[in-house]
């Protein structure tokens, strides 16, 4: 069966520290991967998604980026941090770009 | 955006009643997608509905979609203190993304 890994589960890092938040899943290859990041009582929002290897499109302008070094590992990075990066962010991976599955998220606050 | 939006925003219900959340998107799509997200975690897929469809069923759960309208509902049915939770609707366009809604928070008193 597929499993997605999130870490580390809660971050806490000063204003204009890096940043890098690693997502891997298990049990299948090829798959589509998504970060989002949820602000606290809200929806989520699409930052990146991955259709392959060194493929990566973004979503939103931001302090953000993110890589796709294997087939099976999404990094999301910052070089420095804001304090509106401040949020949880989550991972997912899909099969066939319908449902999606989710990891348990990191907790990033940003001092 | 085809962005979806969840109505009422909070709703607390007793248990053993039923709980109906509403979503309203903005342009077409190839389906929609309800998930759910206890406090802190990741989020559940719950069900996917198709555009062509009108009406799914999952165990307690079932899902309408009104492509005319462009909206859905999710009914929870013989509600349990277990299903406090948040739910999400997600529209999924020609793109394949998703664009989430702002949730409903649930709250079922046992």
């Known amino acids: 069966s597929q499993t997605i890994h999130q870490w580390p589960a809660t971050l806490v890092q000063p204003v204009g520290s890096p940043l890098s938040l690693e997502c891997t899943v298990e049990g299948t290859s090829n798959p589509n991967l998504y970060w989002y990041r949820q602000a606290a009582g809200r929806g989520l929002q699409l930052l990146f998604y991955s259709v392959g290897i060194g493929q990566i499109s973004s979503e939103v302008p931001q302090n953000l980026s993110a890589s796709r070094p294997q087939d099976r590992q999404f990094i999301l990075s910052s070089k420095k941090l804001l304090l509106s990066d401040s949020g949880f962010y989550l991972c997912?991976?899909?099969?066939?770009?319908?449902?999606?599955?989710f990891g348990p998220g990191t907790r990033l606050t940003v001092l | 955006s085809q962005q979806g939006e969840e109505d009422p925003q909070a709703l607390s219900i007793q248990e053993g009643e039923n709980a109906t959340m509403n979503c309203s998107y903005k342009t077409s799509i190839n389906n929609l997608q309800w998930y759910r997200q206890n406090s802190g975690r990741g989020l559940v897929h719950l069900i996917l509905i198709r555009s062509n469809e009108r009406e799914k069923h999952s165990g307690r759960l079932r899902v309408t979609l009104d492509t005319s309208k462009k909206s859905s509902s999710l009914l929870i049915t013989a509600s349990r203190a277990a299903d406090t939770a948040s739910y999400f609707c997600?529209?999924?366009?020609?793109?394949?993304?998703?664009?989430f809604g702002s949730g409903t928070q649930l709250t079922v008193l046992p």
């Open positions: 997912a991976w899909s099969p066939y770009m319908d449902e999606q599955f």
């Open positions: 997600a529209a999924s366009g020609s793109a394949r993304q998703l664009t």
